[in-house]
């Protein structure tokens, strides 16, 4: 036997498994009935009831019963399920039962109540309903639509000036008026003013052409009365007007004066507030239009629907038949709602007397449908009940057991098939359980088995009841809470698999990879090390469900249903009797049922180890943060990035990046961006992954077992910090996060040596701010010399340089080469490993960098400082300007002592202060100068006193030898005040003398013989020329 028998052959998947209770044959909709879980309220009681109790009430109750329920929990199924019960009553052979769909046209909504009805009056009727119904069009209907909603807006004008007068009046009642009741009369009076309200806006011949495109509301809504809707229309539409309608995405000046000005009055274009008060009023007015645009097309002899509708029953009546009214939705009836609401409450009997025939009825309403709420008292009152579709309430298990059974008997109806279906019906005589479970005629097999039955005995092949667990968790849970929908389990669950995938499940490829977007946990990340690894996490994902490790999985999962999946890796491990990786025993017990299928049950939290009920949090933390259902909490997130930071001080290899130590990672926050986690902050560029990596099943799944191995090491080693990997599944840990470090560590090490070296230039800087302090770049003429230099040590430097001139000069010398090798390990332990070599080509576009912004105030305040101190050696050298080349230096120093001996060997002029050298002391002083280095440090000095620039004054001065110049200022000084001593005694004794009038005599007796050779001269070449 194949088991691709028991999956539903296309065609009867078509025929027997519908979302729209109409679309099904009335044996295949009897076939597929699920019972319904009902609750009867009224006189104050709630209480859960039956369908049979909702049937007998309905042959009991002479009233409109009202049937109400979310949408798509079953409310045409059940009216459909109660025409097919009273079909199948004996005593309804003569009632005339109108079931109305909900996507029926007004018209055949009106031609069903007059379908098998015979006489003169009905055929005219009929008639006239066929001559307005093939005249409708929808554009006019909602143009008409339109016309009608601006004479409600002017109506609700007047009724709402009435009564806001009343409450003015009536300050008593004004009191006791809600907030929300006098807001609706404001917005109503706001929107509604005569001349400059919605009314000129939407009859406004430019903005009507936005209302009555056919995607808009009100061109939808008349298309419902003239057409009917579609499934597809209906499940997208609720008929009202939202605030996306009122659309002003185009030029406000193409409108009407009124139209413009209701506009800017009421701020609709500007103000999301005011259109939704607007639209509030539309909505409010939109259904007695509707209603007014029936009274309007349609009348019967002159009179209404209700006269109408009394005909019919009169004729019934005559016939001694009863009227049977089963509505599936309100808003299908939405223009004829009150009108029928009211013919259905009208009594048959009058005065004592039967003038109508009996009239049962029904009507199914969409939970919060507003048609139904403004007549809800009347209705309920009258019908003594209302009875609600309960899709909600129960325990989990308990609705999981409905939907599984919902799911069961549509598998079985479509392995039927309708033909088979109907055949059987007929036949079916007293069976007690029709229709039988579809068996294969070679019967059931062990494989088959493997999936499980339904608890009706459905064999839920190619579901299991843990597929149906995971499709129902994932599309029918609403506020956190598992819901009995019939069309989102139909669609979502029972057609997803059904309908497209029988043949390539033939095929060995079914389900495909990330079938329904399902994951698995991080505790089944080793199966990613299977052939076939996202089949196979699909499956453990959905088939598996609810499973955390390979061990649950086991227990959760048949090996044979991986096998015919064609799964063979995944088989095999399930077969093995123990998982690839450990973590748990299983936290489950699983109860055989009396059907075949299996029941799990957690173990209760107290019988489970602590750390196991805490590894379990983590890994279902874990795998809703990589599946996009959760944010990862800041306590997992504060771990794992601590994990994260070990892993990289256990890895890290800097000198491979050309470091010399490792970058930094320990901050206030460890600065890890884990994606969709709690904690993250804005600029943090290293990353434990991306946001695509969790789009990749592969990467996710070796992800999701690296953050759970971090995570339970954190853990473990939390409570005591010896543990290391030395636990339960630690080896595997160890080994995946070994792996995943080869991989991440690498890229952080790039990311941190690159954001470190981005501030390479402004290490520099300090470092270059202190080297032209120091003098030491200026003779450089390229940037690997100027490096170099930056190279220097400090002892190397301290010892290179000159005695300084000045004690600031000392000063800033002594901090300075205190801080030149803090400052340069700055940097160059982000291009050097050692101190023996360095990339060069790292290290000077930065440098480069550095020279082009470097401030130079810092050092212009040095340079007057120094210059300040050394202002009094500039003034002792001023005596030397002129004196250019050292031969002229020694001139001039010989000159001094001959002038000192002078002076000495007379004894009478030479200075005679206590601490003042004698001559012959001083002589040696100045014969002391005539060294080469005195002239160098001289030279220095007068090219420092000439200079104008700061930076190339400190390196003037960082070369003056300080010991040299000081003898040179010493001696200047001494000669200095030798000669103001000397100068005005020797002045003052040659004027004693009359030496200046001998220097006189001698001038004018040169000059008289320089005179008397020149007349000798001239009379030698007169006699010449004579001769």
Same mark, same amino acid.
């Given at each position: ?378 209705? +309920? &009152?009258? %019908?003594?009940?209302?009875? #609600?579709? *309960?899709?909600?309430?129960?325990? /989990?298990?308990? @609705? !999981?057991?409905? =939907? ?114 399902? +994951? &698995?946990? %991080?505790?089944?990340?080793? #199966?990613? *090390?299977?052939?076939?690894?996202? /089949?196979?996490? @699909? !499956?453990?994902? =959905? ?124 901050? *206030? ?359």
């Amino acid at each position: 036997m194949s088991l691709l028998n028991y999956w539903p052959s296309p065609e009867n998947v078509l025929q027997c498994i519908r979302t729209e209770a109409e679309e099904l044959a009335e044996h295949v909709l009897l076939a597929v009935h699920e019972p319904m879980q009902l609750v009867r309220v009224g006189n104050g009681v709630d209480q859960e009831c039956t369908e049979e109790a909702l049937l007998s009430h309905f042959m009991e109750v002479e009233r409109p019963i009202p049937l109400i329920g979310r949408s798509g929990v079953g409310k045409s199924h059940l009216i459909r399920w109660l025409e097919a019960q009273l079909k199948l009553q004996p005593i309804s052979d003569g009632w005339h039962i109108v079931r109305i769909p909900k996507n029926a046209s007004l018209r055949q909504v009106l031609e069903k109540l007059l379908d098998g009805l015979e006489g003169e009056d009905f055929e005219q009727a009929r008639a006239r309903i066929r001559s307005v119904g093939d005249l409708l069009k929808t554009e006019e209907v909602a143009d008409l639509l339109l016309t009608f909603m601006a004479q409600q807006l002017h109506r609700l004008n007047e009724r709402s000036a009435e009564v806001i007068r009343y409450y003015r009046e009536n300050p008593e009642a004004r009191q006791q008026l809600s907030i929300e009741e006098g807001r609706r009369w404001k917005d109503i009076q706001v929107h509604t003013a005569p001349g400059r309200g919605l009314s000129e806006l939407i009859t406004d011949s430019n903005f009507k052409t936005s209302l009555l495109d056919p995607k808009h509301c009100i061109y939808q809504f008349a298309s419902r009365l003239t057409q009917g809707a579609t499934d597809q229309e209906l499940s997208r539409n609720d008929y009202e007007i939202r605030e996306e309608d009122l659309d002003f995405s185009f030029n406000l000046d193409d409108l009407s004066q009124n139209a413009r000005q209701y506009i800017g009055q009421a701020q609709l274009n500007t103000n999301p507030q005011a259109r939704a008060s607007a639209v509030r009023v539309l909505n409010e007015v939109l259904g007695e239009s509707t209603r007014t645009a029936f009274r309007y097309l349609f009348s019967f002899n002159g009179g209404g629907f209700q006269e109408l509708f009394k005909d019919i029953r009169r004729t019934l009546k005559l016939q001694d038949r009863t009227l049977v009214v089963l509505v599936e939705d309100m808003a299908a009836i939405s223009a004829i709602e009150d009108v029928l609401i009211d013919s259905l409450l009208e009594e048959a009997v009058r005065d004592g007397e039967q003038e109508l025939c009996t009239l049962r009825s029904v009507l199914a309403v969409t939970d919060g449908y507003q048609g139904y709420l403004r007549r809800q008292d009347t209705i +309920k &009152t009258r %019908a003594q009940y209302e009875w #609600l579709i *309960r899709d909600n309430g129960l325990q /989990r298990e308990k @609705t !999981l057991e409905r =939907i599984i059974n919902f799911c069961g008997r549509y598998l079985n109806a479509a392995r039927h098939g309708r033909s088979a279906l109907e055949s059987s019906w007929y036949t079916r005589s007293d069976a007690p359980l029709w229709p039988p479970v579809w068996q294969d005629e070679e019967g059931a097999t062990e494989e088959l088995q493997a999936f499980g039955n339904a608890p009706c005995g459905v064999p839920l092949f190619p579901f299991n009841r843990n597929a149906i667990a995971a499709l129902a968790d994932h599309y029918c849970k609403t506020d956190d809470e598992l819901r009995f929908n019939p069309r989102q389990v139909l669609n979502q669950i029972v057609l997803r698999v059904l309908r497209h995938h029988r043949q390539s499940c033939e095929e060995h490829r079914f389900p495909p990879a990330e079938f329904a977007g399902l +994951k &698995t946990g %991080a505790g089944l990340a080793d #199966l990613y *090390r299977l052939d076939d690894p996202a /089949r196979c996490e @699909t !499956l453990a994902a =959905i088939w598996g469900y609810d499973s955390r490790s390979i061990d649950e999985l086991q227990v959760n999962l048949d090996s044979q249903v991986a096998q015919f999946f064609g799964l063979k890796g995944l088989a095999e491990l399930l077969r093995e009797g123990k998982g690839a990786s450990s973590t748990w025993p299983s936290a489950e017990k699983r109860i055989a049922q009396d059907n075949g299928t299996v029941h799990r049950e957690r173990n209760p939290p107290s019988s489970l180890d602590v750390d196991q009920q805490r590894i379990e949090k983590i890994q279902e933390a874990v795998s809703l943060w990589f599946q996009r259902k959760q944010k990862l909490d800041q306590d997992l997130a504060r771990d794992l990035r601590s994990g994260l930071e070990r892993i990289y001080l256990r890895y890290s290899r800097y000198e491979w990046y050309g470091l010399r130590e490792r970058p930094l990672l320990k901050r *206030r926050l460890i600065p890890i961006e884990l994606p969709y986690a709690i904690g993250n902050v804005a600029g943090w560029t290293l990353k434990f992954c991306t946001e695509k990596d969790f789009l990749q099943p592969e990467r996710v799944a070796f992800l999701q077992g690296v953050a759970l191995a971090l995570l339970r090491h954190e853990y473990f080693n939390a409570k005591s910090s010896d543990i290391g990997w030395q636990y339960s599944s630690g080896f595997d840990d160890y080994l995946r996060c070994q792996n995943f470090a080869a991989r991440w560590v690498p890229g952080v090490l790039q990311t941190l040596a690159s954001e470190d070296r981005a501030n390479l230039s402004v290490l520099m800087q300090d470092q270059i701010q202190l080297a032209k302090g120091l003098g030491l770049l200026g003779d450089c003429s390229n940037d690997r010399q100027r490096l170099n230099e930056l190279l220097r040590p400090a002892e190397q430097i301290r010892e290179s340089l000159p005695r300084s001139v000045v004690s600031a000069l000392e000063q800033f010398r002594q901090q300075t080469l205190s801080e030149w090798d803090e400052r340069r390990d700055a940097w160059l332990k982000l291009v050097s490993v050692n101190d023996h070599g360095i990339d060069g080509d790292l290290a000077l576009r930065p440098l480069r960098d550095a020279l082009k912004g470097l401030q130079e105030h810092k050092l212009a305040r040095l340079d007057k400082e120094i210059m300040q101190a050394f202002q009094p050696s500039i003034c002792a050298l001023e005596v030397l300007e002129g004196c250019t080349r050292q031969e002229q230096f020694y001139a001039l120093i010989d000159e001094m002592i001959e002038l000192i001996r002078g002076v000495s060997d007379n004894g009478f002029h030479y200075p005679q202060p206590v601490d003042f050298p004698n001559s012959k002391k001083l002589c040696v002083i100045l014969v002391g100068l005539k060294s080469n280095d005195v002239w160098g440090a001289i030279k220095g000095g007068h090219a420092l006193r000439l200079e104008a620039d700061s930076i190339k004054r400190l390196q003037l001065v960082n070369q003056l030898d300080g010991l040299r110049l000081r003898e040179v200022v010493e001696a200047l000084n001494c000669w200095s005040i030798f000669y103001q001593h000397v100068l005005p005694r020797l002045e003052n004794e040659n004027r004693l003398v009359g030496l200046d009038v001998l220097q006189l005599s001698q001038e004018s007796v040169t000059e008289l013989l320089d005179e008397l050779t020149e007349t000798l001269s001239d009379l030698r070449e007169a006699g010449r020329d004579y001769a």
